[in-house]
């Protein structure tokens, strides 16, 4: 369980179960009561060195924002959910891009209000929906510290119409695996080569980890998919990825491999990126390669679109190989 530094909220929060339970359960961490979680100035004016202990505090708010987002992947909307940020620190996260260095884990107690949307616009719908409630943090990890995860699959699991699902790099799946879900939760684990996993997601569950927690989920009847997620381009990418897909292979259960679906995200990258990595991490991987990446909008970088395409015709070729029966739902 992660035993934060500091802890951060806002008075709000005396005002719900949640927020009480969590103040109890860190009676014993400082605490410093703060106007709102999206502006800590102390955190703003730190160094980017000083990113990683950042990260080893945590902020208890309440969520404002409710707007659902549109998403043509795999879900029907991206909804602001429990959390947002992480305690991970991979190289490449995206929420820095969103965040800045303030990409540590905050969490939102205010879980019912968040719940009755998603519940009344699933129900008020002609077709069934997916809402995607993972996409600013991970809720495998969030789950240890809250029990966010299991209350909402619990919650979740008597309704007629719906679906919710969400991405992780965790292994932490064991609680769930005991729950009702009436077939109504899809989740997806990211995979990479272990060397990248090693020297860039850092703070995540081990390749060998993940699967096994795939094999679980699915044993448990939950839907499963796999995230080859974010494909980085390092030395030899060809191998350690075919490596991976074959790995896969020979350890998901017969079970998953009957309908896993697989998605492909190609890494971007930025300057914000760059600036906090060389400085937070100075002896890590330089993901940064001119000869390999462009620009994508103002201060980002993407792979340029001849490797792109080199890249997914790869990747559509192993999987071929290796799962000719799964699908893969999207490349990009």
């Known amino acids: 369980?992660?035993?934060?530094?500091?802890?951060?909220?806002?008075?709000?929060?005396?005002?719900?179960?949640?927020?009480?339970e969590l103040l109890e359960k860190y009676s014993n961490i400082p605490k410093i009561i703060i106007d709102s979680h999206n502006n800590i100035e102390e955190m703003r004016k730190k160094e980017n060195s000083e990113f990683p202990k950042m990260k080893r505090n945590l902020i208890i708010g309440?969520?404002?924002?409710?707007?659902?987002?549109?998403?043509?992947?795999?879900?029907?909307?991206?909804?602001?959910?429990?959390?947002?940020g992480c305690t991970a620190m991979c190289l490449y996260c995206y929420l820095v891009c969103n965040y800045n260095k303030c990409a540590y884990l905050r969490l939102f107690v205010n879980r019912k209000q968040m719940m009755q949307k998603i519940k009344k616009v699933a129900n008020n719908s002609e077709k069934e929906l997916t809402f995607e409630i993972g996409s600013n943090s991970d809720l495998i990890l969030e789950n240890t510290i809250t029990g966010n995860l299991e209350w909402t699959i619990k919650e979740f699991s008597n309704m007629q119409k719906g679906y919710l699902t969400f991405p992780t790099k965790f292994d932490m799946v064991d609680s769930i695996c005991k729950i009702k879900h009436n077939n109504r939760i899809i989740i997806r684990m990211s995979v990479n080569p272990e060397k990248i996993i090693n020297q860039i997601e850092l703070g995540t569950s081990r390749l060998k980890n993940r699967i096994e927690a795939i094999n679980k989920l699915k044993q448990a009847g939950y839907k499963v998919g796999i995230l080859i997620a974010p494909v980085v381009l390092i030395d030899n990418w060809k191998e350690e990825y075919e490596g991976l897909v074959k790995y896969l292979s020979e350890s998901l259960s017969e079970d998953v491999k009957k309908d896993v679906f697989f998605e492909i995200i190609f890494m971007t990258y930025s300057y914000v990126h760059r600036m906090i990595n060389g400085e937070a991490f100075p002896n890590a991987i330089n993901l940064y390669n001119q000869d390999l990446m462009t620009g994508r909008g103002r201060g980002k970088y993407m792979y340029k679109k001849n490797i792109r395409e080199e890249g997914e015709e790869f990747f559509k070729e192993i999987l071929n190989r290796y799962f000719p029966e799964n699908k893969i739902v999207y490349i990009v």
């Not at 992660?2 to 005396?14: A, G, L, Q, S, W």
């Open 1 to 20: 369980m992660f035993i934060p530094d500091n802890i951060y909220y806002e008075k709000e929060i005396e005002n719900y179960e949640l927020g009480k």
């Open 62 to 84: 309440v969520r404002k924002t409710h707007k659902f987002v549109e998403n043509h992947k795999v879900s029907d909307y991206l909804v602001p959910y429990t959390s947002s």
